[in-house]
């Protein structure tokens, strides 16, 4: 193991320090703050397993199979951290914020945005105090807006868990494409066969779009199928929901698409912004693709607040493409733009619907007392 001790004025920027020489996979072994003439320090040492002379990268998500202990590593390293971040928590000093920017700030973390998040924020108002509070957002949570311009790929594969929309989401993202150019030729291989409602309504529609449609529960039918739609411009893969312990890296594989090189195929992982954070990080590890990725947020008017689009934005760092709403296929889904999803976290404004009201205040208790004495009286 690699060992290092690194020393700074605050825990904020030893910690920056740690992850920009060491990684992520950095593990923090012991912490203590001091004072040196006067002046308070804070020291974080920390470790960082190194494979042995000939033996491959490991990792969780690399493919191979992880270091001994990395587990009990990667716990105990992320208890020390959220133990760290509350307690940089109340250090944050809000009054070096402007109005604005304060206010802003205390709504996204009433809005669900994770801690880490928050201070990484606050760190980048200070860093630049004539900053708005979306420039810096902006460079926390990248955007890349569904279109044949950013997505040039012939191959685009929907993945996410089970009833997360993928179905809906392919159909809504070749209805956009067709929408723009006529002509274009789209092509549907649905891999996820033995849900009998989503097949159905993929087919019908597909049908009804004039768009071919193929299923390839297995390697085989696959291979033929990827033959069939070779003159396509655009092909969408349905890809089934992975069950706990399955990776798309292994699906791929197992239906050879392993072949296919990177950049010819994208993989858009959908997800809905009220699922949990310890849910989110396992879809995000489960379908984590190799080359172009995105995240399209789906389900947006069953949601009451949108705080977790932008935590998966700053720590997974894949871009938004698409938002998708409604039970309706069309007029459904908007290419992700930064100004439609700032209206949709700071004021929960859905693309195309009208601002919700503001939730209504409870009446100060003397008011209320003072009506109610009245209606007594």
């Known amino acids: 193991m690699q060992v290092k001790t690194f020393t700074g004025a605050s825990s904020q920027e030893v910690l920056a320090r740690v992850k920009a ?6 593990v923090i072994l012991g912490n203590r703050t001091y004072r040196k003439n006067g002046v308070v320090c804070h020291e974080i040492t920390a470790g960082l397993e190194r494979p042995g002379p000939g033996a491959p990268a490991q990792g969780p998500g690399g493919g191979e199979t992880p270091p001994s202990g990395w587990n009990e590593w990667h716990r105990e390293w992320m208890q020390i951290k959220d133990q760290l971040y509350a307690l940089m928590k109340p250090a944050i000093q809000l009054e070096r914020l402007t109005p604005r920017q304060r206010v802003a700030l205390e709504y996204l973390q009433r809005e669900g945005v994770a801690d880490s998040v928050a201070v990484g924020l606050y760190n980048r108002l200070l860093a630049d105090p004539g900053a708005s ?18 997505w040039p790929q012939r191959l685009h594969l929907l993945t996410g868990p089970f009833g997360a929309g993928k179905t809906t989401t392919a159909l809504r993202f070749a209805l956009q494409l067709r929408a723009h150019d006529a002509g274009l ?27 071919v449609y193929l299923e390839a529960p297995d390697r085989e039918t696959m291979a033929r199928a990827l033959t069939q739609t070779s003159g396509a411009d655009a092909v969408f893969i349905d890809v089934p929901g992975m069950t706990a312990g399955e990776t798309l890296a292994e699906w791929r594989e197992a239906m050879g ?31 984590h693709a190799e080359g172009p990725a995105s995240i399209v947020w789906a389900k947006l008017d069953e949601a009451v607040s949108f705080g977790t689009i932008v935590n998966v934005g700053a720590g997974a760092g894949l871009p938004v493409s698409a938002l998708s709403y409604g039970a309706e296929l069309k007029e459904s889904l908007s290419p992700a733009t930064e100004p ?3 209206r949709l976290v700071f004021k929960r404004q859905i ?15 003397g008011r209320a007392a003072g009506r109610l004495a009245g209606r007594t009286a």
């Not at 020489?21 to 950095?26: L, N, R």
């Not at 902006?138 to 955007?143: K, L, R, S, T, Y």
């Not at 030729?185 to 066969?193: E, G, P």
């Not at 097949?199 to 049908?207: D, G, M």
């Open 21 to 26: 020489e060491m990684g992520p996979d950095a």
């Open 133 to 150: 509070v979306l420039e810096c957002l902006a460079g926390m949570v990248p955007v890349k807006p569904w279109g044949a311009a950013e």
């Open 185 to 211: 030729q789209v092509a549907f291989i649905n891999a996820d066969c033995l849900r009998g409602n989503g097949r159905l309504v993929l087919r019908h529609w597909a049908e009804l779009s004039g768009f």
């Open 257 to 287: 698409l392993d072949a296919v090189a990177v950049d010819e195929a994208a993989g858009h992982l959908v997800l809905a912004p009220f699922l949990d954070a310890l849910q989110t990080k396992e879809f995000l590890g489960r379908y």
């Open 340 to 342: 439609l999803i700032w």
């Open 351 to 365: 693309p195309g619907h009208a601002a919700p009201p503001p939730r209504p205040k409870a009446p100060a208790p």
